[in-house]
């Protein structure tokens, strides 16, 4: 299947430096921040971001799964790992790679506000898919809109193949 560039990973790495200025500029210095990571998509752009935090960071993992091995939502979350440290009284930073239907990100806010009252809760996506939106989410911070394409690379997968690539594609 032939792979047509969208995003070099120049362009990517830039941007998500910008997208860390903000974060920085926003949240104070010397406050913790608990960056939840949802896997396995934002496993890239996660890792890029963190880089370049400035505040003290907790890294914290979830894996959930909406989309399974199809290009298109399955309308139901998987929480195949989702256990997270006490959430009470924390900056919380929620990192996606793309939000789509907002189904999963719903999801994953629902269960945080389950786990009793974090201080403050940002969400920051590397894609928004505006056109796809089904549930009542707003990225705080987003690096990139994208229309309604299917696009691989950079954590993100097509069948579980492309996530290790380097920049954004997209198949025709
Ligand atoms: P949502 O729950 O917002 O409908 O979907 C979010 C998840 O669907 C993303 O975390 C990602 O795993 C998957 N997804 C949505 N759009 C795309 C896309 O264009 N490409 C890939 N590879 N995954 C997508």
């Keep these: 299947m032939e792979l047509k560039t969208l995003i070099d990973e120049n362009k990517l790495n830039q941007r998500i430096k910008e ?4 974060i ?12 939840i990571c949802i ?7 996660y ?6 935090l400035k505040m003290p960071v907790k890294m914290e993992f979830v894996r959930l799964s909406s989309y399974g091995n199809s290009k298109t939502s399955s309308g139901k979350v998987s929480a195949l790992n989702i256990s997270l440290p006490p ?4 900056k919380v930073l ?10 999963t990100l719903n999801f994953l806010l629902n269960y945080i506000k389950e ?4 201080k403050e ?19 705080d911070y987003c690096a990139f809109d994208v229309d309604n394409k299917f696009i691989v690379g950079f954590g993100l997968d097509n069948q579980e193949f492309y996530r290790n690539i380097p920049y954004i594609g997209y198949i025709e």
Excluded at 24 to 35: K, L, M, Q, S
Excluded at 87 to 90: G, T, V
Excluded at 115 to 118: F, I, V
């Design 19 to 22: 997208l860390a200025d903000e």
């Design 24 to 35: 920085n500029n926003d949240f104070t210095c010397d406050e913790p921040v608990i960056a």
């Design 39 to 45: 896997l396995k998509g934002a496993v890239m752009f």
């Design 47 to 52: 890792a890029e971001l963190m880089k370049h």
């Design 87 to 90: 959430l009470e009284n924390q």
């Design 94 to 103: 929620v990192v996606e790679d793309i939000v789509d239907t907002g189904l």
């Design 115 to 118: 786990k009793g009252q974090a």
């Design 121 to 139: 809760v940002k969400l920051v996506t590397l894609f928004d898919k505006k056109c796809a939106r089904k549930y009542n989410v707003h990225p």
